[in-house]
């Protein structure tokens, strides 16, 4: 069973604060994403990464940064949180050219305040 | 630009059928999938199409036209566990990651 996990379930940060939200998976992808879910919006992805130590611009990457040193870790890195940054956060993963196929995390609530 | 939509809610009865439509506009097409997520759950996958026609997996089957850049998905024998939201998500690239971009999604409401 593909299991995609997330450090934190809800967080409440500060406006100007480094926010770190990690994923894990367990099924040796080489593809993660990172998305984030507003209400009427569905997903946007922010970043993706299809091997270690690469990484490619999703359609909303401004704020954010990653970071993949190993394979099953991507990290999603907010350098300066602002108010519409909160939101619902959601890594997946799939394996290399099942895009179409990808398995999420149980997301991360964040609200910066 | 890329656009897909779909409607922004349904609703149902119990042991209804239900189909949930969606079009798309895309700089490039290499499929169309369908995710369900239950109110603060995760997406899950359901189900992809590549090619023209129909694939059913149990009471679930979803269709796509590439020429009418149009599919859906069809639900049958609704029950109340099928209220969530779905998403179409379309296969934009085929390149390494090949990223999906999704549409706003349909909350599907099933009534007894």
């Known amino acids: 069973d593909v299991k995609v996990t997330q450090s934190s379930r809800y967080l409440v940060k500060r406006t100007g604060e480094k926010v770190f939200l990690e994923c894990v998976q367990d099924?040796?992808?080489?593809?993660m994403f990172w998305y984030r879910q507003d209400p009427g919006l569905g997903l946007r992805l922010i970043y993706f990464?299809?091997?270690?130590?690469?990484?490619e611009k999703g359609d909303i990457p401004e704020g954010y940064s990653v970071s993949r040193e190993k394979k099953e870790r991507f990290s999603l890195i907010l350098e300066s949180a602002s108010t519409n940054q909160t939101s619902m956060y959601l890594c997946?993963?799939?394996?290399?050219?099942?895009?179409?196929?990808?398995?999420f995390g149980p997301g991360t609530r964040l609200t910066v305040t | 630009g890329q656009s897909l939509e779909q409607p922004s809610e349904v609703t149902a009865v119990e042991g209804a059928i239900v189909q949930i439509n969606c079009t798309y506009q895309?700089?490039?097409?290499?499929?169309l999938s369908w995710y369900q997520q239950h109110d603060g759950g995760a997406p899950t996958f359901l189900s992809y199409?590549?090619?023209?026609g129909l694939e059913e997996t149990g009471r679930f089957s979803s269709f796509l036209s590439r020429s009418d850049s149009y599919g859906y998905l069809l639900l049958q024998e609704l029950q109340m566990k099928d209220s969530a939201s779905y998403f179409c998500?379309?296969?934009?690239?085929?390149?390494?990651?090949?990223?999906?971009?999704f549409g706003q999604g349909t909350e599907l409401s099933v009534k007894p």
């Open positions: 997946a993963s799939s394996a290399i050219g099942q895009s179409y196929e990808q398995y």
């Open positions: 099924m040796d992808h080489e593809n």
């Open positions: 990464s299809y091997d270690v130590k690469m990484k």
């Open positions: 895309t700089s490039g097409f290499y499929g």
């Open positions: 199409n590549a090619l023209d």
């Open positions: 998500a379309v296969r934009a690239s085929n390149n390494q990651g090949g990223k999906l971009i």
